[in-house]
């Protein structure tokens, strides 16, 4: 009886093995035909070239020569998209710079005197204390007081580089950026300097940059009991200075010297390009105001 039921089962499923599957016909896709096109050449994009900008040229002896003037200003240091971010970097990291770090105060371990406990502790029915270094104590030391320590922070160099762009655009567009051909005075007085001062409005809040090694003797000498007013070389400059002062005033320079370290060689300048004269571009931006 179950050898049959067995040789039933076995036989219906080899029928159900030999059963042929089902397919599915391949359809037949047609290809587009395609046609020979000529192979169109590329034509390079246009890029406009980088053009100067144009500051009118400031001077210390009178104002209408210098008014037909202008200096032309490399785009990549004097016209650099406006970054907050990054000045506030600059400011800080040179702030944190300047912080002596020499504040110091004595735990309780290096407080000088005898390490004897003041009284028992039981019996006198007053509060238990140990030496007299105890912070608790006058005298005694400092529980987490200020060590020396140094506060400087670290910023990289190409961040520093765009803040001093950052810093030299910002003053050309709230027109407190000016150009002289030379940061230099005639007499060593201070009231002939301060008088000159006042006629342009640059009596308060001017820092002038040279970009010679040292200020000119009679320069620093002329200004250096004038309250708000500032003289320093390219070398000594910082974002901090720039953002600090009201108004910089460059001499050529200075321009020069800025240009070679900040600039990115796009745009070579020369000397007999460096100021043009009767100047009637829209572009000319106006140098530093009162």
């Not at 391949?26 to 034509?43: A, G, H, N, Y």
């Not at 990054?86 to 800080?92: A, E, K, S």
């Not at 320079?253 to 900040?262: D, I, K, M, P, S």
């Amino acid at each position: 009886m179950l050898a049959a039921l067995r040789k039933s089962v076995a036989g219906s499923s080899q029928a159900i093995c030999r059963r042929r599957m089902a397919t599915i016909a391949p359809t037949l896709v047609q290809s587009k035909p395609t046609t020979s096109s000529q192979s169109k050449p590329t034509i390079p994009k246009a890029v406009d070239p980088i053009k100067p900008v144009y500051l009118t040229m400031s001077s210390f002896t009178s104002k209408s020569a210098s008014a037909k003037k202008a200096v032309a200003l490399d785009p990549t240091v004097f016209d650099h998209p406006i970054r907050r971010d990054i000045l506030h970097l600059c400011v800080v990291h040179h702030l944190d710079s300047l912080r002596q770090g020499t504040a110091s105060t004595k735990t309780r371990a290096e407080v000088a005197g005898s390490r004897r406990k003041i009284r028992p502790q039981k019996g006198t029915g007053r509060a238990r204390l140990g030496d007299r270094q105890s912070p608790m104590l006058r005298g005694g030391g400092v529980a987490f007081g200020p060590k020396s320590r140094d506060f400087s922070t670290k910023l990289n160099r190409k961040v520093i580089q765009m803040g001093m762009r950052v810093a030299l655009t910002m003053k050309l567009r709230e027109q407190r950026l000016g150009v002289l051909q030379r940061i230099n005075w005639w007499s060593h007085k201070t009231a002939t300097l301060s008088s000159r001062l006042d006629g342009l409005g640059w009596r308060t809040g001017t820092l002038f940059v040279t970009g010679e090694s040292e200020v000119p003797a009679r320069m620093r000498l002329a200004s250096r009991n004038l309250r708000g007013i500032e003289c320093r070389t390219v070398a000594d400059l910082v974002v901090y200075d720039i953002v600090k002062w009201r108004r910089v005033v460059l001499d050529l320079a200075a321009v020069n010297a800025l240009e070679r370290a900040f600039g990115k060689g796009l745009l070579a300048i020369s000397d007999s390009e460096r100021v043009v004269s009767d100047v009637t571009h829209s572009s000319v931006e106006v140098g530093a105001s009162t």
